[in-house]
Structure formats: C-alpha cells, structure tokens
C-alpha cells in the first residue's frame, strides 16, 4: 500500500492570500491594480493605499466607486466600504467637472 501525502492549499492561499495576510483583495482604481489588506475600509484608505502602490493620484482626489454602464458613486473619505475582488475605482480631482 502506497501512501502519499499531499499539502492542499487552505482556501485563503487558493485565493491569493496568506496566513499573514489571509484578507489581499485585488481591486482597480483608474484602471491599475491595487491590492487591499482588508475587506472592509474607507475611501481615504483606499486612496492611501492606491498612492503607495504608484497609482497616479493625490489624497485630495474625489473617489467613485464604479458599478459598470455608467454607473458610479461618490465614495466619501471616511465612508466605510465592504470590498470584493475586483471592485473598480475612480479617484479623479476635486475640480474635475467632466
């Protein structure tokens, strides 16, 4: 009888994850990838984080969070968001009227 042990992956490895950091989400904003280290989070959190991994933006930009077909919403500094992989967000500056 042969017996093989075998080290599966545990769900938050599969997922990108890791045992220090089991919660890495994978989100966009301005169409550059940007990796979370939370689930839940704000918007100014977002901007901070996007800013430290080189996405072209500035703190005092205006974010929105973007559902697709033109839809998007204003997501406030301290408002709090739930994120899933792959969310996209658009920060733009705050005089922008396009």
């Known amino acids: 009888m042969n017996s093989t042990t075998e080290t599966a992956a545990s769900p938050v490895q599969a997922q990108g994850g890791s045992a220090a950091h089991p919660h890495r989400i994978p989100i966009e904003v301005n169409f550059r ?3 979370m280290p939370t689930r839940e989070t704000t918007g100014i959190e977002i901007k901070r984080t996007a800013i430290a991994q080189e996405v072209p933006i500035q703190i005092d930009f205006v ?3 973007d559902f ?13 968001v739930e994120l899933e992989p792959h969310n996209k967000f658009e920060a733009v500056p705050g005089d922008d009227n396009s």
């Open 33 to 35: 990838p940007v990796v």
């Open 63 to 65: 974010l929105f969070q």
């Open 68 to 80: 697709g077909k033109g839809r998007r919403e204003l997501l406030r500094d301290d408002q709090v």
